[in-house]
């Protein structure tokens, strides 16, 4: 049986409210030397579904776990039978307005750096350079036994491959490219095992249940001692991976500025909570600091 992780928090009463005035933000900008930290809500203007939202995916899906995906070959099975369906949407994503603005803060160098928990590489396919991937990247595959790397496209054509027909219709498509596929859907679908050893393939991400590597943790902290200021990007800050540098932020006394819809664990350590939808508020801090979204009509606009 699956065991649910520990991921649900409950807003308190006493949390700040949130505001409709991105003014603070603004500000913070323009001062310069901004560490963005982004999570799944940067990307729901994408199509790709947020966890903990309105209609987030925790309310019909527990993700799988680490424990349960290295112990059972079954469990294996079912990953990678609804990620190879779900990784034919999830790998056709673009971009949205939030994460062109994003590298569009980069481009005019107010930006210390972006540390994001998303694993759909969006921030740098707008243009973002530099972005740490707290807890990996979907586009890369790595073995269990013996540390070899390799693209997701290449492991999609080997189970291609090893699936023809495989063509079932899933519910629905959840953050972590997992598509929802009933146990008869996955019966006969075939994993690929490493190509160089034989050994067990799993998606470069941080499953639940998975410890970040110590190094990435302490490098984002050294980013957040070098930013003069934290602004966080669509993410709850629900689980401690990201809550952390919002903690050692507020503790260092550097402002925080959060920009979600909903409440989150980390309002309490914000100087403001921007309860505004993230595209089009990302876009108007844009046009107000004069950055184009697109690199290319910057560039015209230089000339």
Known sequence: MRTRPTL???????????????????????????LVLSGAGMSTESGI???????????????MTYQEFTAS??????YWARGHL??????????????????????????????????DGLHQAAGSEGVV??????????????????TRQELARRLEEANRGFEPTPAALNP????????????????????????????DVVFFGESVPPERVGHCRELVDAATS???????????????FVRQAAQAGKPVLIVNRDPTRGDRHA????????????????????????EQDEQDARH
């Open 8 to 34: 649900s928090w409950t807003p308190t009463a006493d949390l700040p409210p949130g505001t409709t005035d991105p003014g603070p933000v603004a500000d913070a900008l323009r001062a310069g030397g901004v």
């Open 133 to 150: 991937e707290l807890h990996g990247s979907l586009n890369r595959v790595v073995c269990l036994s013996c540390g070899a790397l390799s």
């Open 176 to 203: 972590d490219g997992d598509a929802d596929l009933t146990d008869d859907q996955v019966r006969d679908f075939r994993p690929a095992p490493c190509a160089p050893c034989g050994g067990i393939l799993k998606p």
């Open 73 to 78: 070959a079954q469990a294996r099975r079912r």
């Open 230 to 244: 934290l602004l966080v990007l669509g993410s709850s800050l629900t689980v401690m991976s990201g809550l952390r």
């Open 271 to 294: 100087v403001t909570r921007v309860a505004l939808p993230l595209g089009t508020t990302l876009a108007a801090l844009a046009d107000g600091l004069g950055l184009p979204l697109d």
């Open 86 to 119: 779900g990784w034919r949407t999830f790998g056709r994503a673009a971009p949205n307005a939030g994460h062109r603005a994003v590298a569009a803060f980069g481009r005019a160098g107010i930006l210390a750096s972006v540390i994001t928990q998303n694993v």
């Open 49 to 63: 579904p947020d966890y903990r939202g309105e209609r987030g995916s925790l309310r019909r899906h527990t993700p």
